[in-house]
């Protein structure tokens, strides 16, 4: 009897590729010896016009083979021309700006693309870019948000206020309910920018085939379909005749959602303009400067709210750092401004952002894309109450909790997706219980008196948050079952380190019921899945899982019709174990996938072991057609899965920090995570998300920053000074434990993780060394250094933020 691998804790089959150095990522991808490589010029200065480019010298290079600026793009392709596209529109978007691939006339960051050169090396290419003359007027830059709320300056001329979008969304009176409320608090909070940086950079070859008119792309990207879609639509062409591929990819964690970026057209439409195959792989500080951020908000929050601290009335208003452009439209303020309420349902709701532009490096989605954010404000709101009643800041958030007797919640709000955000299913009373019990909450003010006796200081903090998972449209799955009973699985979406060549494969394996070394599960290839969304928005296993478990139903159906009719049995006897079916209860009545594989197609091909030479034959009923009406050859399956609308995960996490008295450092003593992803499908890959998520959430809690000066300059664009916490830094042991409440809006109950581990990052922390050092912690990430001088601010004029109604 196969066991059911769904929920078990299967290692991943891809990791004994990526530990022994075998991953094949796009830098590895020599697709012929005599391959070109590119370089970009970028801008120096946060700000400038282009008053003139001068490329005379470099054309006289040897080996260099093309440079291009803006005018040369339109006459090749005419919608190159035209400013890269804005993904997600949306009606509060009123001033949305993208860039070109090169900039036109105006640069609006440091690193914006300015011009492309192509050489025989990327020595060359960059000795090349090295020769480029460009004279700038260098403009005033808007560097942060606060100079972009000034206004004084502007980063588009023709956006007043230097504001993109401003949004508002509301359940209710606010004013009235406040006025209501018996205490009110107002809060004032600040969270830094910071960015993905996955190990691998951005990466794009493209091979041009004039035979066939035909363009094949490997790109590191997390949408090879968007990617397609974006070429063929900027280079002229049919879709059909672009193919992207995606080979592995060293992380993506959101920058790579972002497509097309300049490169992407550029690099194939060189390789067609060339003829050759042509590469280019950004560099380090290229992807400082030159992809994306996200994180950078300023949050005012008031809220009103009664002697148990339940929530009358939460009136945010926020102002959210957009970067230069808005390619990827409102998602991220969008998410800040829904998945702030969490597991909490305050009686009246109302929410404002203003989207604005700054002279610095684009923003969008980074794992977790804007709920951390969101969680803070939540988060920091829900302790400040807890002081303020002098109750216990567990006790506050239940009062405040959705319970599960009232799923599914409606927030009455539009979630990112264009739904209502619906919460389908939870349960976070029990979720509290567990956290409670994993970091030992209860036990705490003892461990506190023990650790205090020592002359040390320590202190615990709690966040919770939901997060919408599983995003559609859609996702779909084409499954095979080869002649040798090996079953090939494409889904269209992207892979970046998440195991989805293992999760999808238990799936299949416990489906179809075959071995789970004889499934072999592509992903990224629109040669092999052509219509797919994208890896984003935790939604691969809600989305994919789903298409696939339907289609690994659809290939089950024909395997069992095939079978019946061969085996002359009724299909509703027959089961499939370890890729053989057989009549059950007669096991000598069996036949195994390869040879129902065979029979599949009446067009057969075999092997003739007398004169070892292969043969082809039709076979069939001369009485009937070789293919009936409402069949087709071959043992295959194909289906979509489109959801009504996103899935809920939940979570908590909760920490015990130790601040030292004299240098300020924060050690994290502790650390705890409660996650409820509805069903699992592998426990361990889930866990190994939930620390890398964690790890990211540290890093951006205690380290990471982009620190531009006020010249829009990105000071620490490298590994050398941007500060990414090592292993040491990351909690050993984090300890977890999961809550399984299915979702009712897919066939295998689940919902997504990818993100879960970062969400609560800065709010945790937040609460825990506010907790230990008693003084109010409004701004995240905090250095040592910060700790130290708001100690010593807090010793001269005592101060909490906090003003009573
Ligand atoms: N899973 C599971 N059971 C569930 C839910 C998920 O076993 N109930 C498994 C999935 O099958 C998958 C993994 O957990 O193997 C994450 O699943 P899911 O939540 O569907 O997230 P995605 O696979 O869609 O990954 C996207 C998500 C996001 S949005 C970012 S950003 C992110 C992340 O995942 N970037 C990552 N995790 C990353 N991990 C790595 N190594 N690299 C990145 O770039």
Known sequence: ??????????????????????????????????TLHAAVLRSPHAHARIVDIDVADVLEIEGVHLVWTYEDLGPLSAPMGEPLPLLIPHPDLTQGRTQYALAKDEVNHVGEAVAFVVAEDRYLAEDAVGRIKVTWEVLPPVVGVEAARAADRLVHEDVPGNIGARSEQKTGDVEAAMAKAPHRLELDLDIERSACTPLEGRGTVARWDPDVNRLQVWSSTQTSTGVRAAIAVKLG?????????????????????????????????????????????????????SSSHERGQ???????????GRLLALDVMFWHDHGAYTPYGLIVPIITSTQL????????????????????????????????????????????????????????????????????????????????????????????EKIKELIGWDEFPAFRAEMAAQGRTVGIGLACYVEGTGVGPYEGAHINIETTGKVKVATGLTTQGQGHATVFAQLVADELGVKFEDV?????????????????????????????????????????????????????DLEIVDGVVSVKGSPGASMDLATISVLSNPLRYAFDEASKAATQFSVGDPGKPPVAEDDEPGLEGKDFYSPERATYASGMHAVIVETDPDTAEITILKYAVVHDCGHLINPMIVEGQIHGGVAQGVGGALYERMAYDESGQLLNASFMDFLMPFVTEIPDGIAIDHLETPSPLNPLGIKGAGEAGVIPGSAVFASAIEDAERIPITAMPISPSELFTLRALHAETPTTQERPA
């Open 1 to 34: 009897m196969t066991t059911k691998l769904m929920g078990q804790g299967i290692q991943r089959v891809e990791d004994q590729r990526f530990l022994r150095g075998k991953g094949r990522y796009v830098d590895d991808v020599h697709a012929d010896p005599a």
């Open 341 to 432: 309420l969490g597991p909490y349902k305050p009686e009246v709701y109302r929410v404002v952002y203003e989207s604005l532009y700054t002279n610095t490096v684009i923003v969008t989605p980074y794992r977790g894309a804007g709920r951390p954010q969101g969680c803070f404000a939540m988060e920091r709101t829900m302790d400040a109450i807890a002081e303020y009643l002098g109750k216990d800041r567990t006790e506050v958030r239940a009062v405040n909790f959705i319970q599960p007797d009232e799923f599914p919640y409606d927030q009455g709000l539009i979630f990112q997706d264009g739904r209502e955000l619906e919460y389908d299913s939870g349960d976070y009373p029990a979720s509290l």
């Open 237 to 289: 062409l049919d879709l059909g005749q672009v193919d992207v591929i995606t080979p592995d990819v060293g992380g993506g964690f959101g920058v790579k959602v972002v497509h097309p970026w300049p490169e992407e057209l550029l690099v194939p439409l060189a390789a067609r303009a060339l003829n050759r195959v042509v590469k280019y792989t950004e560099d380090r500080r290229e992807h400082f400067i």
């Open 520 to 572: 072999e599960v592509v992903t990224g290839d629109t040669r092999r899945m052509p219509y797919a969304v994208g890896t984003f928005a935790s939604r691969a296993a809600v989305m994919s899982g789903s298409a696939i478990h339907l289609a690994a139903k659809r290939t089950k159906e024909k395997v069992l019709k095939i079978a019946a009719e061969a085996l002359e049995a009724d299909e509703a």
């Open 298 to 308: 300023i949050q005012h929050i008031e809220v009103g709210f009664d002697d148990d």
